[in-house]
């Protein structure tokens, strides 16, 4: 079997995770989301459940993963001791290859638009514009021929192993992620009418936050934010050394997170708002903000094309952001599977790597072919249903199956005086009782 690969260092680690993260969720999905979910009173639910639901799984798959040195099927067989509950937790790590890979599929067609209008602008600028709307238009070819392009750098990635490939690329990728961000926050809340879309995201409408379509979109979003429940972050925890404390390292991680999906609210919604200052329309019929891809790909561009020459600059430099977020969550993705067949058929990496990114962008194109019946569902059965039943799985295994003193073991190996700590004190009861109450409550009632 191939040497089990591992981060070079905390840092690397830091920026690996947070690179999963931190994808076209954050950028896209959360401020989308609370655009059309009562702005800051989305963003309440939404802080909440990402640090008192999302964290503490979070949390349950690093300590898992490092405890396991393995992928998701072994670490839940390992801590299980029945041969029911070890079958149990075979199925449900199985299950967590299966929804990774079917959230890459409808990833990576979605990144390959953002690939597509990256090159655009550029292209329009020198005169190519034909070439342009073909790379912005929605055809079935421009999907095809994008995704695959898109899986393609994915693959060659994940075929340079932990170290090289992953580590590498988040550390050159995420800094740039945070420089772009940071400036084009800027540069928006210079603009006029950014500070009525402030005043949107800010102030919350309370009465919106019982809404139960809320909360559920918001467990969700934070779910997926976070890469939960599918098994990406057990394999990452898997590849940190046993000298690290992982709940502070889980922490920082969370909150670049959150704090990314923060920063991009302070991006999108004032962009919003400036660009009906110039007379875009940014409501529907209905009188909703409009949101999702009409936000991203009507609304944006039109914003941009009022902007001349700068407004080249700034949506190249947009969906570059884009692309770069979706690039290093889609190299988690595709560990998942590539984790698993490495370590339980001893497949090399580069056969592994390629054999489930052909497969994976297979099912892109399936769905690209029916995409009108397709393309949401994959979505809702993966994210909105899958990531947090697997999550409620993760509680019970992590909180119920696992020996109490083997769990305590593992945080020990980096903290001996673990146990009189307040970590200890909180985290075991509260995956096991408030986690999968909370979880259970809302899939419940969100299915009823
Ligand atoms: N967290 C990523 C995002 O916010 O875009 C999406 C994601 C990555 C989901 C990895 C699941 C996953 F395993």
């Not at 397709?374 to 696992?402: D, E, H, K, N």
Request: net charge neutral.
């Amino acid at each position: 079997m191939a040497t089990r690969g591992q981060f070079g260092s905390r840092l690397g680690f830091i920026l690996a995770a947070a690179g999963s993260a931190v994808g076209l969720g954050n950028i896209w999905g959360f401020p989308t989301q609370a655009a059309s979910n009562g702005g800051a009173a989305f963003l309440l639910v939404y802080l909440v459940l990402a640090f008192a639901l999302a964290y503490p799984i979070l949390m349950a798959e690093l300590i898992l993963g490092r405890h396991a040195h393995g992928n998701s099927v072994v670490a839940l067989t390992r801590i299980a001791e029945s041969s029911s509950t070890k079958a149990i937790g075979a199925l449900t790590g199985l299950a967590g290859i299966l929804v990774a890979s079917s959230i890459l599929s409808f990833y990576s067609l979605v990144s390959g638009w953002m690939l597509g209008f990256t090159a655009s602008y550029p292209l329009e600028a020198l005169g190519f514009t034909k070439e342009a709307a073909w790379l912005t238009d929605f055809s079935l070819s421009r999907n095809v021929i994008l995704m695959t392009l898109f899986s393609a750098m994915t693959v060659g990635i994940v075929m340079g192993g932990v170290q090289e490939g992953i580590e590498r690329w988040s550390r050159r990728l995420m800094p740039t992620l945070i420089v772009t961000l940071i400036l084009l926050v800027g540069y928006v809340f210079s603009l006029d009418g950014a500070a009525e879309g402030l005043k949107v995201y800010l102030i919350p409408d309370i009465s919106k936050i019982w809404s139960a379509d809320l909360i559920l979109s918001a467990l969700g979003s934070a779910f997926f934010s976070l890469s939960l429940g599918v098994g990406t972050m057990l394999i990452y925890g898997s590849y940190i050394s046993d000298e690290e404390y992982l709940p502070s390292i889980g922490a920082q991680v969370a909150l670049i997170d959150v704090g990314i999906a923060v920063l991009a609210g302070f991006l999108i919604l004032p962009a919003m708002y400036v660009a009906a200052a110039r007379g875009v329309e940014i409501f529907d019929a209905s009188g909703r903000l409009l949101s999702e891809d009409t936000l991203i790909f009507t609304v944006l561009p039109e914003l941009f094309a009022t902007l001349g020459v700068i407004g080249l600059i700034v949506a190249t430099a947009f969906f570059f952001l884009m692309s770069v977020a979706a690039l290093t969550s889609s190299i988690s993705m595709l560990e998942v599977p590539v984790a698993f067949l490495t370590e339980r058929f001893s497949w090399s990496r580069a056969r592994a790597a390629t054999t489930a990114g052909i497969c994976i962008a297979l099912l892109s194109g399936v769905i690209a072919l029916n995409f009108e019946s397709l393309f949401g569902f994959v979505i809702a059965a993966s994210t909105r249903y899958g990531q947090p039943m697997l999550g409620l799985m993760l509680c019970i295994y992590t909180g119920w199956i696992w020996r109490r003193d083997s769990l305590l073991g593992e945080l020990k190996k980096n903290d001996p005086d673990v146990a009189s700590g307040l970590f200890w004190k909180i985290w075991p009861w509260y995956l096991r009782l408030v986690c999968p109450l909370v979880i259970g409550t809302i899939l419940w009632r969100s299915l009823a």
